[in-house]
């Protein structure tokens, strides 16, 4: 017998199929990565498509890292039936808003519950996700009429500027109407007031009634908000489109491993320089804040560059 | 063991109508086209493997992707023996893998193929992955299959839908002119879809989509609502197994649609497990709609392990490679998909053109069935003056029997012809003047091919003789598995949309396990799948570049230089 050597393996990709689909699409195969874990992959790409719009960036930058956005926290919304809430995320902020109206006049603005909800600065309360949750359920607890939790097997210290832009109400700008009386949408919890419809199909659609009963003569239509069906005395015409919004409350928060800030945004920029009062009475952003100059070490620590050249 | 390939009796068809060829599928004509036909099947399988590879979804995932590589240093010294051409040849080394405390000794193999295309599994180990494996759609009537919500699908799989109690499977609208479910909801791709699922009789049918979240399921043209039922399970354990799911390989005019099934027979010893061909169309899918309702045993074989009989809980196919993995609480075996072959050992002393036929309406048995042989005196042109029946057993032995199928001396077997001056039928004739056939009854006790034989001696003494083989089907694991203790005690067995393995363990099974409580549903009712591994112990040497490639991945490899075998010593 020979000397004896105890070595370790190194992995090496061996070129098959799913390589030459890969090509394809433009997606190449992760070191070590195995057939099946590749397909998945693969298939993401006409699902979650890549663009330059924020979630087209993280859909790809996710897609190539071998990541994935993932289901984080879920609000629910707990308050009067009568109210229409809404959620919306910004790069730095948690809007809710107990009551956010479309037409109704009698309402003159659009009511937040509590205040905007800052999830950027380092060291808030709601900078991890636990936190985020903690701040959204200690908002008014007498009245809770949001309730945020945690979906299983979500780290509670990820940081939530992990959570990207989303809004509960999500618009549909163009929906095709079949030439039928009944008309069922393809979303349901329709935003009362959202529904209109283009100068051709006016006539059909004239008199919104209050109940479907009412709705007797022609140009007569009714709309069942909830379910998403509009009932019309008239068929819709040929070629008929409506635009509306949709609510999705209770709405379920993605997050993204990989954060991304539009460093354009007045919001982000708020947060990474210090506003400096100019002579003329308005402020610029200056100086990198602290949270800037972590960003910069970081990247002065992968890559020789000069900053503010 | 041979391989029948289902493109013999194809080619066999091409001869003319009245041929042994075309009518028997053992004639030895099939036998001889079978070879031919098995390497046709072999590119035919080839070609739409790999034109599968180019769809996402259809790719086999067992390709080689990644492989483990070492590459040894270069004082590392190979020892050298004289190969079987007395030229120097490279030993391998010694190599050594070890992972969770074990030590794996990969076989050292020299091709691509046996390194992994064609490589059997050495290790099976628990993934620590456990899905619920209850229904989505609990058993439903018909009727009121449009108020269900579907439980949530706890691992993207392709599902099993069970259609039970149905008496009509006629669409009235004709569309499509058998009945048929709708399926929709989230595939796990993330896109929303449909799948329509022929359903031509009461039994269980596997969706081709992989289903994440299912929204609803919808029926159309099964009747009586009010008595058929609509389940659809997470996974398919214990069902019948199609044999071809795509009609890539059996067209459906033509030959029978056939499933592995997992069958049970008693002999002897007692219950065994057996691996079964059922068939469920005659001819065309059309004709099922006149309400097959069963299943039809065709082929049945018998599963041994050492030569010893074993008992299964559970067969799956396995993707592409076609091996029935057969599971019991012990041990995981597999067995190559084909059936076994008779054999024809003294076949040439059959007379090609023999006067007496010896004849069975059945060619494939399980041991302890009684074979039914009749031998017709097919031209009637010359005198009987007696014939003897005779059977060969697997082994090799003779014996002779008379016509109620005892066993006799060789002498007293022969059965004379005692009217042969009259040119009558003799030992054919029945007793109000009928020509009829002589009939043995035999009972097959032995695994292996039975040859029957009539000897005939006419009047002008000439003799003939003609044999027919029967088969008594067997076939040995070609591998045996282990199952780790978290996977002991399983109750069934299914492949999932991944090409991995999955174990159903379902309640009370004498071994605790951890049951997550995610998807807040109860896996002490229903049951839980568990995740399974399996590994290939293989390596290949590159002697050249001084590389070792491996099928596994190990925590440490040892390898070892040989003794050079030509240093003198």
Known sequence: MGRTFTLTQTDQNIVNAYDYLGMLVGLLRLPGEKNTDYRKRLWDVYVHRASASQTGLINGITRELGLKPYNAITITYNGPTTLSPRVVVTDTLVYLYSNWTLIDESIDANVLYGEAIDIFTEGGDAYYLGGLVETINNIDPSAAYFIASIENGVDEFAPSASIFGQDSRIWVDSEQLKQVHRNKLAHTNIVPGSVTFPPASASTYTNHRATENDVITDGDYYIDYTNGIIYSYLAAPTNAFCRYMYDTIPITLQASPVILHEFGSTEVQDKIFECVLQADGTYVGALPTSTAIDYINELLATHKMYWGE | ?569
């Open chain 2, 1 to 569: 063991m041979a391989h029948r390939s289902f493109l013999t009796q194809r080619i066999a068809n091409r001869l003319p109508d009245w041929t042994d060829g075309r009518l028997l599928p053992h004639s030895l004509l099939q036998q001889w086209v079978n070879p031919t036909a098995s390497e046709i099947e072999d590119l035919y399988k080839y070609l739409i493997t790999e034109t599968r590879c180019s769809f996402l979804t259809a790719g086999n995932l067992d390709t080689m992707d990644v492989v483990n590589v070492i590459r040894l240093s270069n004082d590392f010294v190979f020892g050298r023996y004289l190969n079987h051409l007395h030229n120097e040849a490279y030993v391998v080394p010694y190599i050594c893998g070890y992972i969770n405390g074990r030590d794996i000794w990969p076989t050292v193999v020299n091709n691509v193929d046996d390194f992994w295309n064609d490589a059997l599994p050495t290790r099976i180990t628990a993934t620590g992955r456990q899905r619920y494996a209850g229904s989505v759609v609990d058993e439903t009537l018909l009727n009121a299959l449009e108020a269900v919500t579907p439980n949530s699908i706890t691992h993207p799989t392709r599902l099993a839908v069970i259609v039970s109690g149905c008496a009509d499977f006629t669409d009235v609208t004709r569309r499509i002119p058998i009945s048929y479910l709708v399926l929709s909801g989230t595939t796990e791709r993330d896109l929303e879809e449909t799948e329509v699922i022929r359903i031509p009789y009461n039994g269980t049918f596997l969706t081709n989509k992989i289903w994440k979240v299912l929204d609803k399921v919808e029926y159309y043209g099964l009747q009586p609502e009010d008595v058929g039922t609509v389940q659809v399970n997470n996974f398919a354990f214990n069902i019948e197994r199609e044999v071809d799911k795509y009609q890539l390989f059996i067209t459906p005019d033509y030959e029978k649609l056939l499933y592995h099934k997992l069958g049970t027979y008693t002999f002897e010893e007692g219950d065994f497990s057996t691996h079964q061909h059922v068939t469920m169309v005659g001819s065309s899918v059309g004709e099922l709609s006149a309400g097959h309702d069963s299943l039809e045993v065709v082929r049945e074989i018998e599963l041994l392990y050492n030569g010893s009989n074993i008992q299964l809980v559970d067969i799956a196919v396995q993707p592409f490679t076609g091996r029935i993995f057969g599971l019991s609480s012990q041990y995981l075996y597999i067995f190559d998909p084909y059936t076994s072959m008779p054999t024809f050992k003294n076949m040439q002393d059959k007379d090609p053109g023999s006067s007496l036929v010896v004849e069975s309406d059945k060619y494939d048995f399980v041991r302890g069935e009684t074979a039914s042989v009749t031998v017709t005196w097919r031209r009637q042109l010359k005198r009987i003056l007696k014939n003897r029946w005779s059977v060969c057993k697997p082994d090799g032995t003779i014996i002779y029997l008379n016509i109620l199928g005892e066993e006799v001396s060789a002498t007293a077997a022969w059965q004379a012809n005692s009217l042969y001056t009259e040119l009558a039928f003799g030992p054919f004739e029945t007793d109000d003047g009928k020509i009829d056939k002589q009939v043995i009854n035999y009972l097959l006790t032995e695994r292996g091919t039975y040859q029957f034989i009539v000897e005939t001696v006419f009047v002008d003494s000439s003799t003939e003789k003609d044999i027919l083989p029967l088969h008594v089907h067997s076939k040995e694991a070609v591998a045996r598995l282990i199952l780790p203790i978290q996977l002991q005690d399983g109750e069934g067995l299914a492949f999932d949309a991944d090409q991995k393995l999955w174990i159903l363990r379902a309640v009370g099974g004498s071994n605790p396990y951890d049951v997550p409580s995610e998807y807040g549903i109860e896996y002490d009712i229903y049951g839980v799948a568990m995740e399974a591994s399996l590994a290939t112990d293989t390596a290949m040497v590159d002697f050249r570049n001084k590389i070792v490639y491996l099928h596994e991945v190990y925590d440490s490899v040892d390898i070892t230089e040989t003794d050079d075998w030509l240093v003198e010593r």
